[in-house]
């Protein structure tokens, strides 16, 4: 089993498998007792539409892959990556239910309000960001910090955000991602006014990990920021009107960074003579480039 077919597996179904069942639950939101300790009030969330979880009492959540591992660190068992993969395919009778969450979709956004936008100045969202490879300055220097309110359950949260190309922003936690607005790739100048080049992310905290990777505040050449490689389309007429010769992409290791870097290279091959590099041969054992920076600098 690899991490994409894991991330289709339904929470709920792998609660159901370690005895645990619903205290409450509507549409929307399943509710339990804990699975990582004892406790007599249910705190532990999970949202069917994305298919990720909460625990109000620790606090943390994430995606299945991170409910294994901090699972099997509650058990004090050896909770990496690969051991997560192998304690859920062992788990017999759990079967892809379903799709993975990528993003918020429209009637999520009709949900989520923005209230506010201000410097980012939540000591969470920079701890959580300091735990991706992404230092203060960096953070300071692009993003933004949001506040949002949900509609349905009268809460109000922060998030970072990165303004794109039609004044929208393009926002994540460390549970989830969205945009507020209307979804668009973001475009940044590179040093160089004349840049030949142009680097193609996913999303920007690939962006600001090549950021410190390169140990730069600004790459030489400019930069496109996807959002979403659905966004692939959009952001192809920003190529083909332009100067480049040189492209390079860091798409992710997965089955849709590897498809968006093939239509980048076969967009190269039909508009000679530009040159495609795809750099995600740096890291070919990571999911993405922010993968790689947090294991180099740990």
């Known amino acids: 089993m690899n991490i994409e077919q894991a991330r289709t597996i339904a929470i709920t179904d792998v609660m159901d498998k370690l005895g645990h069942h619903p205290t409450k639950k509507n549409t929307r939101d399943v509710w339990y007792l804990s699975p990582f300790r004892a406790e007599r009030t249910a705190s532990f969330k999970v949202n069917l539409a994305r298919n990720v979880w909460y625990d109000f009492g620790i606090p943390a959540g994430g995606d299945i892959i991170k409910f294994v591992r901090s699972y099997l660190e509650s058990e004090a068992q050896s909770s990496s990556v690969s051991d997560a993969l192998r304690w859920l395919s062992n788990l017999s009778g759990i079967t892809p239910s379903v799709k993975p969450f990528i993003e918020t979709g429209e009637e999520e956004e009709k949900r989520i309000v923005l209230r506010s936008v201000f410097k980012l100045r939540s000591v969470g969202l920079l701890e959580y960001l300091d735990h991706r490879g992404i230092p203060d300055e960096l953070a300071h220097a692009y ?49 160089n006014p004349s840049a030949e080049g142009v680097h193609l992310f996913e999303g920007f905290m690939d962006f600001l990990s ?8 600004k790459l030489d050449d400019d930069v496109i920021i996807l959002n979403s490689a659905m966004m692939l389309k959009q952001a192809l007429p920003l190529l083909d009107k332009s100067t480049y010769k040189y492209i390079y992409t860091w798409f992710d290791n997965d089955d849709t960074g590897k498809k968006a870097t093939e ?4 967009f190269c091959v039909e508009n000679p003579p530009l040159e495609h590099t795809p750099m995600n041969e740096s890291y070919p054992a990571y999911k993405d480039v922010n993968e790689w920076l947090i294991h180099l600098i740990s």
């Open 143 to 191: 993003l933004r910090e949001i506040r949002l309110y949900d509609n349905d359950t009268g809460r109000s949260f922060t998030a970072i955000a990165f303004k794109n190309n039609l004044g929208a922003y393009e926002y994540r936690t460390y549970q989830f991602k969205g945009c507020i607005g209307k979804k668009a790739v973001i475009s940044i100048r590179g040093k």
């Open 210 to 217: 090549v950021l410190v990777l390169e140990e730069k505040m």
């Open 263 to 266: 239509s980048i290279q076969n």
